[in-house]
Structure formats: C-alpha cells, structure tokens
C-alpha cells in the first residue's frame, strides 16, 4: 500500500490557513474585493505623502538657496564691477587734475578698491568648490594687485610731472576694462542664471503631487458613493474623511504654488530691473572713465570718445528711447517706472554736459574742459555725473528691496509646504484604511 494516499500532517495543516486565505487576497467576494480596493487607496495617499514631501523639501530648498546664497552672490558681483569701475574712473578724473590730486577723490578709490576686495573674499567664501565662478574671481584677484600697481605708478609720474605716467594710466584702464571687469561680469550672469533657475524651481507646477492626489481622490470618491449605492447606507465615515483630508492637501498645494509662483515672478521681475540698471551703473562709470582717459591724451577727437558714445548708447538706446534703462522700466513696472525715467533724465543732462566739454577741449580750451570734469560748477561734467550716480543709486536700491521683500514673501507662503500636506496624506491613509477596515469586518 503506497504512503502517498495519505496526506502528510504539514499538507493538513496548510489547507486551513490557505482556504481562509486565498478567497480574501484572490477572491471575487466582497471582503476581497474591499481589501483590493483599500490597498490600492492606501498605497494611493501614501504615494501622495511622498512625491508632496519630496516636492515641498525641493522647493524649500531651491527658494532659500535662491533668496539667501544666490541673490547675496549676485549682490556681491554686482557690487564688485561697480566698485572696481568706479576706482578705475575716480583714477582717470584724479589723474587729469595733475600732480594735486583732489583728496576726495583719492579717498573715493581707495574705499572702492576696499570695498571690492571684501567683497570678493565674502564671494569667494560663498562658492562651492566646484562652482565655475571661482575661475572668474581666480582673474580678478591674480590682476587687482596688478591694477593698482600701474595706478601708484602713473600717479608717481604724474606727480613728477612726467608724461610717462599716461601710459601706465592706459594700462591699467585697459586692464581693468578688458580682464578684470569681464571677469566679474561673467560671475554676475552665473548667478543671474542661477537665480532665475532656483525661482522656476520654487513657482513650478506640482504635478506629481496633483495628479497622484487627484487620481486617488477620484478612487476614494467613486468607492465612497460605490458602498453607499450598494448597501443603501450613509456615506463610510473613514472614506469620507480620507478625501476630506486629500482635498485640503491639494488645495494646500494649489494656493501655495499660486502665491509662491506669484511672489517669485514679482520678485524675478525686480531682479531683472536690478541688472538692467547695474548694467547701466557700469556703463556710466566706463563712460565716465573714458571722458577723462580722452582729456589724459589731450586728443580732443570724436574717434577717442567713442567709448563715452558707446556706453551711453547702451545706456539711452540708438533713438533715445530704449537701451538699458528701457528693460529696467519694463521689468520694474509703474512703481518703479518713475525713479528709472529720472535717471534717464539726469543721463541726457550729463550727455549735453559731455558735448560741452568736448566742444572745451576741440576748441583749445583745455584747462576749461578739466575743470568741467573735476570742478564743482553748476553746469560741468562732474556735477551732472554726480546727479545721475545718485539717481541711479535710488533706483537700484528701490529695486533690490524689491526683490528682497518678494522672494521672503515666497519663501514665507512656502513654510510648511513640505510638512502640511505630507501630514494631511498620511491621516488620509489612515482613515481609507480604517474606513474600509470597518465595512471588512461586517462579513465575519
């Protein structure tokens, strides 16, 4: 007689467990069938929970990074041109007074050339090590130190009354203007580019989290109303408090995603206003620098003032209408459109102030043009270049703080953002689970 016949003890003990178990994972009944669905909902929320707390910590994060390391970088840069082109102008009009140089305008070198280089240490400690901007700021500070040598030695000659101090005078221009200047100005536009980057990441659409959310709120919905159809009872206390909670999620996404987005946009326009007029700042200062290196060389020609031409071009448009300050009103918006339109006017005045000098300097009046450049007459070059650096100064501060109280009123509306919506999903889970957990145990 065969042992086989006979089932062994194990096999005996296995049937129960199986026969209870297969019918409720594999089952066409109810219990089955509720257990399907419930799994599917509660690995829904839970999926919810996840791509809303991963979202919410990456848009936290990109939003600090920008209002906080990356728009103080971009202050920084900005900040480092202008100081730099205002030494290198403050030493053309200082040199062009003679071997008495105004003491005003010495001190105003040395705090510019202070200023930058605390600046770029500050910089340089905000870069990560792999950041591409540290080849730009190696360049400034392997040949600052080589600028102001030429400065100190056209200044010696200068006041020695030698004539060779006008070619260390236009090294050190053109050093500045062709080296260090560009350097800082490809930095500046890294942390613009980065800047922008870290907004869009910040106002972006979360559509992981809205479309996850909204799938399984549709199935907690059409079960909810499924259960009650079907057993002609009130709505499931657990089902309905699970969407409940969903929805509070989502909408918590959608009104912070709408404010966040709202507030950075501001704030991007207020950065974009900033670097039309930093662009603008230094341009007047190039400007400004090229006015006194063409008295330096006494030519008196229109070819070497092209560069005073060119920068104000820039700066007012080919017709007088555009240029810089043109993107700076747009991006600013009427607020700001005001104190942008009076710094294109204080630019025309110091553009007719320019002509007259020239005519000074053409005409053989040479001593007369350099006192329109470094006196402080009511109608020389000097005081309407002062009129339009102090206009200019107001309107790039107003747009800062622009941007500064935007991108902390968007990092404001994000508070919780990682955390609030994560919770609520969770809760939701839980209720799905308890819900349908209750409606289970009316089979047994």
């Known amino acids: 007689m065969s042992l ?22 594999a089952g066409t009944n109810t219990p089955a069938r509720l257990i399907r669905v419930g799994t599917v909902l509660v690995v829904g929320c839970l999926l919810t929970a996840v791509v809303s707390l991963a979202g919410g910590v990456s848009r936290q994060s990109a939003t600090d990074e920008g209002a906080g390391r990356v728009a103080a970088l971009t202050v920084d840069a900005a900040e480092v041109y202008s100081s730099l082109a205002d030494a290198d102008a403050m030493a053309t009009s200082g040199y062009v007074a003679g071997a008495q140089e105004p003491p005003t305008v010495r001190l105003r070198y040395g705090t510019d ?3 930058a280089s605390d600046r770029l240490v500050k910089a340089a400690g905000e870069l990560s090590l792999d950041d591409p901007g540290r080849a730009q700021l190696a360049t400034v500070f392997r040949e600052l130190p080589t600028y102001t040598s030429l400065i100190e030695t056209a200044r010696f000659y200068n006041r020695q009354g030698l004539p060779l101090g006008q070619s260390y005078l236009g090294s050190a221009s053109g050093l500045m203007r062709e080296t260090i200047l560009p350097a800082v100005e490809q930095l500046r536009r890294q942390q613009i580019a980065e800047l922008a980057t870290a907004y869009g990441k910040g106002g972006a659409i979360p559509f992981a989290v809205l479309l996850i959310g909204a799938a399984t709120l549709a199935g907690l919905i059409g079960t909810a109303r499924r259960e009650r159809h079907r057993t002609n009872r009130v709505l499931n206390p657990g089902l309905v408090a699970s969407a409940g909670l969903l929805v509070v999620a989502l909408l918590w996404w959608v009104v912070v995603t709408a404010v966040a987005d709202s507030r950075l946009s501001a704030a991007s326009r207020h950065g974009e206003a900033a670097s039309a007029l930093d662009g603008t700042r230094a341009a007047v200062l190039q400007a400004r620098s090229n006015e006194s290196l063409v008295l330096v060389a006494r030519s008196g020609g229109t070819a070497s003032d092209a560069g005073f031409t060119a920068q104000l071009t820039r700066v007012l448009g080919p017709n007088d209408t555009g240029g810089l300050l043109a993107t700076a009103s747009s991006a600013a918006g009427p607020t700001g459109a005001p104190a942008i339109d009076q710094v294109r006017d204080q630019a025309r005045r110091w553009q007719q102030a320019h002509r007259q000098l020239r005519e000074l300097d053409d005409g053989g009046r040479y001593t007369d043009a350099v006192t329109s450049l470094i006196g402080t007459g009511p109608v020389g070059s000097r005081v309407f270049f002062q009129r339009l650096d102090v206009a200019l100064g107001n309107a790039l501060t107003a747009q800062r703080v622009g941007l500064v109280e935007e991108s902390g009123a968007a990092r404001g509306a994000l508070t919780g953002i990682a955390l609030g919506p994560t919770v609520l999903a969770l809760a939701a889970a839980a209720a799905a689970a308890a819900g349908l957990a209750s409606r289970i145990r009316e089979y047994r």
Not at 11 to 24: C, G, K, Q, V, Y
């Open 113 to 115: 050339i202070a200023q």
């Open 4 to 25: 086989d016949a006979w089932p062994s003890h194990s096999a005996t003990a296995r049937r129960p467990l199986i026969s209870r178990t297969m019918p409720t994972l």
